[in-house]
């Protein structure tokens, strides 16, 4: 059974920092490939980075340079270090598989990250 866990987010002002980590289970971690997602209320979820088995790291534009994904295969989690966060980072994030560049199987309960101005 795949279980996704996703946690860190909170309550940050802006300019502030969050890491939030998604610990995944029932899956061959260390062979796929891992993306964050978001979705902000009345919004579309959206990919904001993805990172391949081997490491290799996608972003959107809008997260370019203040987001860094990550990944440890012996703890089975992939994270996201979000730096100089905006009030429109403010979303609930969720982890997820990629396979062919296209999320795949199920999600997390997602976490709650809320940027003040």
């Known amino acids: 059974q795949v279980q996704l866990v996703e946690s860190g987010g909170g309550l940050v002002q802006a300019g502030g920092s969050l890491r939030l980590s998604c610990a995944a289970s029932?899956?061959?971690?260390?062979?796929?490939?891992m993306g964050w997602y978001r979705q902000a209320p009345g919004k579309q979820r959206e990919l904001v980075a993805r990172?391949?088995?081997?490491?290799?790291?996608v972003y959107a534009d809008s997260v370019k340079g203040r987001f860094t994904i990550s990944r440890d295969n012996a703890k089975n989690t992939v994270y996201l270090q979000m730096n100089s966060l905006k009030p429109e980072d403010t979303a609930v994030y969720y982890c997820?598989?990629?396979?062919?560049?296209?999320?795949?199987?199920?999600w997390g309960q997602g976490t709650q990250v809320t940027v003040s101005s």
């Open positions: 029932g899956i061959k971690f260390s062979v796929n490939s």
């Open positions: 997820r598989q990629i396979r062919n560049g296209e999320g795949f199987g199920s």
């Open positions: 990172i391949s088995s081997i490491g290799t790291t």
